[in-house]
């Protein structure tokens, strides 16, 4: 029976490379995205995977959301938990809104996937739980207190609930990338990126997406049942966690 994998944020960047070798791998895949409704229509045009409009931040939402998809393709065997955004200021500038939208997406959101599949998982004696934290939710970054802090609760989450997990046959792990060469890094003027930020990458070069995506299915396979609770730093030597 084909495993159905659902990705977060699954339909642009870092997700939609992930969604794409899930689904080159053998998976039933559907892509979750919140608002970009003409770049999801050309995702499942160009891809043929499903994508699935709903917040992560929203916990009914969620349920609802997920409800669907196993309808359309079965229960959820791989959940992969991508979707964040960001809300930069320096912390003295920072608002409880930019605090809270970011801690919503980034944090909340990962309970919020992950508990409506969790006991579907738990009954089946198998689950892939991935989480995309960040290199900044390791050694922090300035004008990101939000976002740091989020993408650290993420990883401390996982370590936690793969302890309960394991037993059960589920594995939870998190892939922390560094830059990585989405629209939203190469979107940084050029000059900035050649002296300030690529010199930072001992490999000296920005990641690509398709690396993360194959940190994935590496994850979610049934040879990688061993790994759990465990970090895969992937920035290019740049952060040693």
């Not at 994850?219 to 970090?231: P, Q, V």
Request: hydrophobic share 45%.
């Amino acid at each position: 029976m084909t495993k159905v994998a659902l990705v977060t944020g699954g339909s642009r960047g870092i997700g939609a490379a992930i969604s794409i070798a899930l689904k080159n791998a053998g998976y039933a895949v559907a892509a979750n995205y919140a608002g970009n409704d003409e770049a999801a229509k050309k995702f499942t045009v160009e891809t043929g995977i499903k994508t699935y409009k709903w917040s992560v931040a929203d916990y009914e939402a969620c349920a609802a959301g997920i409800k669907q998809v196993e309808a359309d393709l079965g229960p959820v065997a791989v959940l992969v938990n991508n979707a964040g955004i960001t809300r930069d200021a320096m912390f003295h500038k920072m608002t409880p809104q930019q605090w809270s939208e970011v801690i919503g997406t980034n944090l909340s959101g990962v309970f919020n996937m992950t508990h409506p599949v969790w006991g579907g998982m738990r009954d089946r004696k198998f689950g892939r739980v991935i989480t995309i934290s960040s290199i900044n939710g390791q050694k922090g970054q300035a004008g990101q207190a939000n976002y740091s802090a989020a993408k650290a609760g993420d990883i401390g989450f996982s370590k936690a609930l793969a302890q309960e997990g394991a037993r059960a046959g589920i594995t939870v792990n998190v892939i922390c990338p560094g830059y990585i060469a989405t629209e939203m890094v190469k979107a940084i003027d050029e000059k900035v990126l050649a002296e300030r930020i690529i010199p930072q990458i001992p490999v000296g070069r920005l990641g690509e997406p398709e690396e993360i995506a194959r940190c994935v299915v590496f994850l979610a396979s049934d040879e990688a049942g061993f790994i759990t609770g465990s970090t895969i730093t992937a920035n290019g030597g740049q952060y040693f966690a």
